[in-house]
Structure formats: structure tokens, C-alpha cells
């Protein structure tokens, strides 16, 4: 149930957002229906009250009208066809909870919160300001938490490619034993595989001689502050594979991946 509530906050806190994001833009954006605004407005004007306070006030634009939207007039680079997919499912969950069943599949939520968390507050910040409430520490070792239920600190490789440069962070997981935090030391490379060494901080000593160990959420902070924000399992290596290809059978190379470790390590 506290799953369920989970989205249910989150969907509707979409949806005020991105209503917030039009009425930027223009207020007349949120409202359903424009036929009858100006009598309700000169309704709520002549009592001195809000439009939305009037017995029968007008309908504001549904979570997917209003996702719709900003789409079509704000034309926002960051609400890119990869993030209306994923609150498009948000949206289908939502209305299954809702309307006919009462659980959810943990890993299948925890996945999606993690798709969309990160491209959402660009969206957001980009258009509303910081929202620096929800920056707390409380908040960020939920979310440490979720990536690493999510599967992320599972694996010994995971990587960021940064959209606007292609420039990659590969991160190697450090374990001690069972009882000490994960930790995390990075190489960073621009798109033609060449090392950049002023992006992050690499070594502990100035003569490069002892790697920086990274903690989960040292390492998200500092790479999202600098344009890394999409983590994913990084291949192990490739190796040679067969793909069908219209009527035959091509020999291509397949990413081989690494099984998730069960072992529960302290994250942070």
C-alpha cells in the first residue's frame, strides 16, 4: 500500500508541475475548456475570490493533457520522446493501482522512479527554478537506496554517457567484505575514448598514484552536477553473437553482461 500511495503522490505532483510549467507559459494552457472562462472569471473577479473557489469552477487539464501539453508549446528539449514513454507508463500504472488492482511489481516501479527521477528535475529546474526541498539528506539516501534495490551497485562496472558531448564515466565497484560500503573508483573519457582529468577528481594524491574511492552518493552528486546522470550496467565485454537480419542470419558482436550479485553490501 505504501508502494501504491508512492506513485500516487508522485503521479499527481507530475501533473501540478507540469501545469505550473504552462501557466508560465500562459494561464489559459491549464483549463480544459475556454467556452465558458470569461463568465467564471468575471464571476470570481465580482466576489473577490478565486477563479478555482466559484461553485463550479472550470476543469483544469488531465495528467496527460497536460504532459501533452508542454510537449506541443513549451517545446522543451528535456521532455524528449525517452521520458514521455516513461511517464506515459507512469501514467499506466497509475490508473491500473488506482482503478482495479492494489499491487505493484517492487522492481518494476523501482526501475521506472529511476528512469525518470533524474531527466524530470532537469525538466522542472529548467522551467520552474531549484527545488531545493527535495534535496535533503534523507531524500538522497532514499534514493541510494532505490538505485541500489534497482540493481545498479549490483554489478562491478556501471557507466554514464553524458548527452550533450558524449563523454563517458565508467565507474569499478570496491568491496571490502560484507560490512563496509561499496565504493566506486572512476575513469572519465570523452567520445573518442581519450582521458579527461578536470571533470572529477580521480586520484586521492596529487601524483596520481592512489585512485579516489567514490561513495554511491558522492559519486551520483558530483558526476549529475557536471552532466552524468543516466547510470547503466556497463558489458563485461563482447563477444561474437548471431543476429537475424531480414532472411539470414549475420554474425555480429553481442555485449556480454555481468549476473546481479545477491550479496545486500551497505551502500553508503
Known sequence: MLLKDAIMFLHHGIELLMKEILVCHSPYLIFEE??????????ADKQGISIFSIDKPPRTVT????????????KSAELNDKLLGNLEELNRLRN???????????????EL??????PLLRLFEAHIGKLNQLQTSQAKQIWNNIIRDAGLTRFNFIQSVRPIDGARIAAKRVIVDENMPIRWVIVVKDKM????????PL??????????????????????KVGFVDWQQ????LVEGWELIGEEYRKRLIPQYQLPDPTNYPVD
Not at 63 to 74: H, K, L, P, S, T
Not at 99 to 108: F, G, L, S, W
Not at 113 to 118: M, N, T, W
Open 234 to 237: 556497463a558489458p563485461l565485454a
Open 203 to 224: 586520484f586521492e594524491d596529487t601524483e596520481g598514484r592512489v585512485p579516489k574511492q567514490y561513495s554511491t552518493s558522492e559519486l551520483s552528486d558530483r558526476a549529475r
Open 63 to 74: 495528467y496527460e493533457v497536460a504532459c501533452e501539453r508542454v510537449e506541443a508549446f513549451i
Open 113 to 118: 522512479l529511476l528512469a525518470i527521477h533524474d
Open 34 to 43: 475556454l467556452k465558458d472562462l470569461p463568465r467564471k472569471q468575471k464571476l
Open 96 to 110: 491500473k493501482l488506482e482503478h482495479h488492482e492494489i499491487e505493484a511489481d517492487r522492481q518494476e516501479v523501482e
Open 193 to 200: 575514448e581519450n582521458f579527461i582529468f578536470n571533470e572529477l
